[in-house]
């Protein structure tokens, strides 16, 4: 099988970008499923920002840009992973939209996710509008590497689907990841939390507590043209970081694993997702040691594997496909106005945090105008995958599996990145990095909203 790969440094032809969707006819729903893949190089180059610090080096990994397009169940279908820190607000809508135009369908059937990696970019055009018309430097929201990318990814999507090629069967496998995965909030005992536990932690005593609640699983979907696998994803419910603030932008241990798993399985395109992690890093077991980097790699795409030798496959119609969307309004958080962050703003005191307030403002400014957040849901025979936003916590995840113990469920957060944290209810009272102010910008209702979009993607 061969993938489309590229590099953002490419020349772009306006013209023929204009001939290509003259002269692409979309395939029916009669050809039968057919899927396209394509991967894209995504790392920023020397001196461009990153989430922490600018880039001084290369890694020998890139940073990709990875998906998937489904073609023959009404108009096409696309996923996305890209390993990056975050895409928010208009950027967010400007990813599905340039995807949507490659792939010659709609931005409502585009599905775009980070990583979550931090030694990345991330990307909010909102952000950085904002900043900029304040006279302050955007800093790690400056978009010209970003909207370098959008203008290839458009033309790389379009490219990979003339290679698109059918799908007989949809796979289906689940393993335990183990010593990954740990719950970041140590309770005590009144239920309010009493330490963190990030994703390096160096306190043995903190490393000693129990795991918490996480999900182990990682779930792994692949798509088949008869015996030949296309596509390979996989889910899984942790913060993607060993070490960062290294100026080197690299894809972590999740990169490494899917690399791995690329070397053992090279007919097929390997693409992550991560889960609902918001609340799960790898504290337990990693102090922040760089060769941890290759354990927690090695652990994770030992699961990974585990999960493709036990995946059943399926024969797959396009009556077996569908892709539901609930566009759904978030509330956000009480404690956010634009008076305050206006005035956050223009505070010489606050400059070091301009960044984060330009997104909350900007986030602000969407709900208040009535801007709702596409929940979504690919139907694949008995298969659902989810597509959620901001930095979910585990307990949705574990949720909608509960929901329909008789289907197999896999989840995608990290797609629209505005909001930040989303917690559960109960967390807004427990305390906690993740559900302070600085951190999450939804009401702690918005647990409610949430389930009930879940519910209804599950039970169409």
């Given at each position: 099988m061969?993938?489309v790969?590229?590099?953002p ?13 003259v002269?692409?006819s979309?395939a ?6 057919r899927?396209a893949?394509f991967?894209?190089?995504v790392?920023?180059?020397l ?7 600018d880039?001084v080096?290369t ?7 990875r ?7 009404d ?13 928010g ?10 995807l949507a135009?490659?792939?010659?369908t ?6 775009v996710h ?5 030694d990345?970019p991330?990307c909010?055009?909102?952000?950085e ?5 304040k ?13 370098d990318?959008?203008?290839q ?8 689907l ?17 010593q ?6 140590i ?10 536990r ?20 990682v ?5 088949w043209?008869?015996d ?6 996989s ?37 992550y ?9 790898a ?5 922040g040691?760089p ?12 699961g ?7 995946t059943e496959?399926?024969?797959i ?6 892709w ?6 978030i509330?956000?958080a ?26 909350r403002?900007a986030?602000?400014?969407r709900?208040?105008a009535?801007?709702e ?9 008995d ?9 979910l ?5 574990l949720?909608?599996?509960?929901m329909?113990?008789d289907?197999?469920v896999?989840m995608?957060?990290?797609?629209d ?10 967390a807004?009272d427990?305390g906690?990095?993740?559900t ?15 389930m009930?979009a879940?519910?209804?993607?599950l039970?169409?």
């Amino acid at each position: 099988m061969r993938h489309v790969h590229s590099s953002p440094n490419r020349v772009i032809s306006l013209s023929v970008c204009v001939v290509a969707f003259v002269l692409f006819s979309t395939a029916s729903a009669s050809d039968g499923l057919r899927l396209a893949t394509f991967d894209m190089d995504v790392t920023p180059p020397l001196g461009a920002a990153m989430a922490y610090g600018d880039v001084v080096q290369t890694w020998d990994m890139s940073l990709r840009a990875r998906g998937v397009v489904l073609k023959g169940a009404d108009a096409p279908i696309v996923l996305c992973a890209i390993d990056w820190i975050g895409i928010g607000n208009k950027s967010h809508d400007a990813f599905r939209e340039v995807l949507a135009e490659g792939a010659r369908t709609t931005p409502d059937r585009v599905a775009v996710h980070t990583v979550h990696q931090h030694d990345a970019p991330g990307c909010d055009f909102s952000a950085e509008r904002i900043l900029q018309e304040k006279d302050m430097p955007v800093g790690r929201y400056d978009s010209a590497f970003a909207r370098d990318v959008l203008a290839q990814l458009t033309v790389v999507v379009g490219d990979a689907l003339d290679t698109a090629e059918p799908v007989t069967h949809v796979g289906m496998g689940e393993a335990e990841v183990r010593q990954v995965a740990s719950n970041r909030r140590i309770m005590d005992e009144n239920g309010k939390v009493r330490a963190m536990r990030f994703t390096a932690c160096g306190d043995p005593a903190l490393r000693a507590e129990p795991e918490g609640v996480i999900d182990p699983a990682v779930s792994v979907i692949s798509f088949w043209n008869e015996d030949t696998p296309l596509a390979v994803l996989s889910y899984y419910a942790c913060h993607p970081q060993s070490y960062y603030r290294t100026g080197i932008p690299n894809p972590d241990f999740p990169g490494v694993a899917r690399f791995l798993r690329q070397l053992a399985v090279p007919d097929a395109l390997h693409i992550y997702f991560t889960g609902a992690g918001g609340n799960i890093g790898a504290g337990k077991y990693n102090d922040g040691a760089p060769e941890n980097r290759l354990t927690l790699a090695e652990r994770l795409a030992d699961g990974m594997r585990r999960a493709w030798e036990t995946t059943e496959r399926f024969p797959i119609t396009a009556a077996e496909v569908s892709w539901q969307v609930v566009p759904t309004a978030i509330p956000p958080a009480p404690w956010l106005s634009i008076d305050t962050l206006e005035e956050a703003l223009r505070c010489p005191d606050k400059q070091a945090q301009a960044g984060g307030n330009a997104r909350r403002l900007a986030w602000l400014r969407r709900c208040e105008a009535g801007k709702e957040t596409d929940i979504a849901c690919l139907a694949l025979g008995d298969a659902r995958i989810l597509h959620m936003p901001g930095e979910l916590f585990v307990e949705y995840q574990l949720a909608a599996k509960e929901m329909r113990p008789d289907l197999f469920v896999a989840m995608a957060a990290y797609g629209d990145y505005a909001m930040g944290y989303i917690g559960t209810e109960a967390a807004y009272d427990e305390g906690g990095y993740e559900t302070s102010e600085q951190a999450s910008s939804v009401a702690p209702e918005t647990e409610h909203v949430l389930m009930r979009a879940i519910e209804t993607l599950l039970h169409p």
